[in-house]
């Protein structure tokens, strides 16, 4: 994911102006917009898509790191058990 100079960076002067507008934008681009105050960057937007996939690409990261750290300090379990713990807990 990357931020375009000339079209992805926004002085808040201008999203306070044309907020409609910018939004608008980020919904059909699907990239992100960095906000900026007195020329720092202070944010950055993200469409509600993009933001959805970075939190489960973060949550998938985190859960692999903790089966990870559970595997090398000997915390196993059955292959069977763990597909009836997960498939219960979908039904729910």
Known sequence: ?????QEGIKPISDFRKDTSR??????QKREPILITQRG??????????TYEQLEYAA???ASYLR???DLKEGRKQK????I??????NKE
Do not use: F
Not at 22 to 27: N, S
Not at 41 to 48: K, M, N, Q, R
């Open 40 to 49: 720092r960057s202070v944010a950055v937007l993200l469409d509600l898509s």
């Open 1 to 5: 994911m990357e931020i375009r100079p």
């Open 84 to 89: 009836r713990t997960v498939e219960a807990r």
């Open 67 to 69: 089966g990870a750290k």
């Open 22 to 27: 910018i939004l608008k934008e980020l919904r």
């Open 59 to 61: 949550h998938l990261r």
């Open 79 to 82: 292959h069977a058990y763990i």
